[in-house]
DNA sequence: AGATCATGTGTACGTTCGTACATATGATGC
DNA sequence: GCATCATATGTACGAACGTACACATGATCT
């Protein structure tokens, strides 16, 4: 019989490196860069803490690894959310819904993103992650602009969902966001 | 005879407060939020590790002492860049030399800020500091504009100045960024 | 089935942190 | 000049952190 009871004994977790990936964006977005710690990250993904300094080589080299996902999956959210468009009328459409929260991207994501920005201004290792995300989000607006233009969207999407994430008093309307998008794109 | 070189003894130093929020200022913008400590503060205002407790309720209550003040100087930076402008042209080359870091703010100052709206995202009592800087330099730039044109101005701002921190790449000439401000100004 | 060894984990160590507090200090009233 | 007391400071403590490492574990091979 099995000493039952007294060991969980979990052993065997083929993805287990990918969910601790996982928790640790997860802790990021909840208690920021600063309040990530090995052991809140073991407790998310329900693992020993020995387990991370065993599959990741210290902290930095695994905010890198959350972050690198991230970013992942904020370009997946960009590639879907202009995936249909055809027209400037509908890139505006894209765009505006982009910032007002419609899209998948919810206000957790953008915090990360934020957290990643102000890490990697410090972490050189970091900055490879940054412009990677940079280039793929600028990228998919050029696929309908002109580069400027795309460097104007993206600052302006990033400028305004700041905003939006911060004020708690006065949001801007859809149409205003529509109006002000509509402005930046020639 | 005093007991020479055994004790600085400095006592009485009508501003130390201050002083002390300064460093404070100095030690985020080195260091991040995450890497502020009282240790560090005190070793950058020259102050004994006990004066900040004594001073101060607690580290969270300087840092907010910290991004006030931070939050103020930006507001001075605002208000003395705009300070003559008189038509459209003038204010689009003071938004655009603003953002093109001809201004008097410089990368730290900016970090800085970041770190501000980071740490206010996680924690109300840092919303009043974040409100009231966004209502002021918003302010600014509805003596020329209408809100709306404020709003969109102020988010460019953001996004540019942020993008521009962190890619190490390409950097937008200043033709190109007073392109996409005069795109936004009706 | 039993020996072997790569794989995985519990625990303990050294460090650094925020904070509290007993004590030293010097300005002030007598 | 001396006692007094608000002001300021050195130090010590408990907590939490990252990390290392001795040891347990179960898949694999004979």
């Given amino acids: ?9 979990r052993r065997f977790d083929p993805d287990r490196k990918s969910r601790i990936i996982d928790a640790a964006v997860t802790v990021v977005a909840e208690h920021g ?6 052991r809140r990250i073991a407790a998310v993904a329900d693992v020993p803490l020995g387990s991370l300094t065993y599959h990741f080589d210290g ?4 905010l890198a690894h959350a972050f690198g ?11 879907s959310c202009f995936a249909g468009v055809r027209d400037r009328a509908q890139l505006i459409d894209a765009v505006t819904s982009l910032i ?18 102000l890490a990697a201004l410090r972490d050189p290792a970091l900055r490879t992650v940054t412009e990677s995300w940079m280039r ?24 305004l969902v700041m ?5 708690t008093t006065t949001a801007l309307s859809e149409a205003e966001i529509r109006d002000l998008v509509r402005r930046t794109v020639p």
Same sequence: chains 1, 2.
């Avoid at 019989?1 to 004994?9: D, E, G, I, Q, S």
């Avoid at 905003?163 to 004020?167: A, C, N, Q, V």
């Fill in 59 to 62: 902290l930095g080299d695994l």
């Fill in 163 to 167: 905003h939006k994430t911060l004020s």
């Fill in 33 to 38: 860069v600063a309040g990530t710690t090995h």
């Fill in 1 to 9: 019989m099995k000493p039952a009871a007294t060991r969980p004994a």
């Fill in 136 to 159: 793929s989000s600028r990228g998919v607006l050029e696929r309908f602009v002109d580069p400027l233009t795309a460097r104007g969207l993206d600052a302006l999407i990033e400028g």
């Fill in 100 to 117: 007002h929260a419609d899209a998948e991207a919810d206000q957790q994501d953008w915090a990360v993103a934020y957290e990643l920005y």
């Fill in 69 to 79: 996902r991230h970013a992942e999956r904020m370009s997946a959210i960009y590639e």
